[in-house]
């Protein structure tokens, strides 16, 4: 309270990481409207989820739009900063690498860092040589980063997960100063396909403000759209109804973002026009039929993402009401209208 007050330093961006030590030392949503706050539920539940951990429907919704039950009283969605990975704990090529700690460089015997990761290894832990296994992290991969960029609020990516920098399992290298915790910028020639999609992503974000909302969606249509701001599917395409958020943890969701009901102007007091987009998200370990939403005045869908290839913004039109998404898979469809 008293920073936000300061002359000088409530002019700045206030970021607060909420953990301190000791009882009630977790604080995030608890601090003054104009902070931003490393939102580590976020964390938890965008990792519970693609690793198929059991997780509710309603808590996965409120990560992806911005966490509006931590931040309410706020005025945006900009409150919440949402990170997958951080300076602690596993890098994101590790996440998907290892499902235990492998800290013996650190000389603690082990009991250093946090022994509950959320990650899996995919199937094999640490390095393989198996192509399933080895695809399945980079699809994974891929997965984290689409929910994180396409997610309401602010993202934090953690520097060389875009380049698939890995500490080889170590998830507290605070003391290691050497090749353990440097980043490699050779990884940047031998994952150039990831720093496409990563690059993909961002310039997707940024075209496209209805990614980035300054304001809460309320699911109510906007200057007489017939569309809402937001509407949640099932696969067989209808809308997700109040018993549907009780069933307790869904793997496979579909979400509409309504771009042309985008209720704050431009710094001109212009009106803002984007595109409205369907994100099909599938963490079951099969394929998942969907059928398409039938939107009024919408003529279909092209296909702009899927997490099973590392290509971003290749625009290609879905010919059916009906698609099939990939085992643990993204799906990113615009409406064309």
Not at 99 to 121: I, M, P, Y
Request: charged fraction near 25%.
């Amino acid at each position: 309270d008293l920073i936000q007050q300061d002359p000088v330093v409530s002019g700045i961006k206030l970021i607060a990481e909420p953990w301190d030590i000791g009882e009630g030392g977790y604080q995030v949503g608890n601090f003054p409207p104009m902070w931003s706050e490393w939102n580590g539920r976020y964390r938890d539940t965008v990792r519970d989820y693609w690793r198929g951990e059991p997780a509710t429907i309603a808590e996965f919704a409120y990560r992806f739009t911005g966490s509006s039950d931590l931040y309410a009283g706020d005025s945006s969605p900009g409150s919440s900063v949402n990170f997958v990975t951080a300076h602690d704990g596993f890098t994101l090529a590790a996440l998907v690498s290892f499902n235990e700690k492998h800290n013996d460089a650190n000389l603690e015997d082990g009991r250093d860092g946090e022994s509950h990761n959320r990650s899996w290894n995919c199937g094999a832990e640490g390095p393989t040589d198996d192509p399933a296994v080895d695809e399945l992290r980079r699809r994974q991969t891929r997965n984290m980063l689409t929910t994180l960029l396409l997610s309401q609020g602010v993202p934090m990516l953690l520097a060389g997960d875009e380049i698939g920098r890995t500490q080889q399992g170590n998830n507290n290298a605070y003391c290691q100063d050497n090749e353990l915790s440097w980043v490699d910028w050779s990884l940047v020639d031998q994952n150039s396909d990831l720093v496409d999609f990563v690059a993909g992503l961002c310039r997707l974000r940024k075209e496209h403000p209805v990614f980035r909302r300054r304001r809460w969606f309320t699911g109510r249509s906007v200057r007489g759209d017939e569309v809402g701001d937001i509407a949640w599917y099932r696969p067989d395409g209808s809308t997700m109804q109040d018993a549907d958020w009780d069933t307790g943890f869904a793997k496979a969701l579909g979400v509409l973002l309504n771009g042309r009901s985008l209720p704050d102007p431009d710094p001109r007091g212009r009106a803002v026009h984007d595109g409205t987009f369907l994100v099909l998200f599938n963490a079951h370990h099969g394929a998942t039929r969907w059928t398409l939403p039938d939107l009024p005045g919408a003529s279909g869908y092209d296909r702009l993402l899927d997490t099973r290839a590392p290509v971003v913004g290749a625009r290609r039109p879905v010919r059916t009401s009906r698609l099939v998404a990939a085992p643990r898979s993204v799906v990113l469809l615009e409406v064309r209208w």
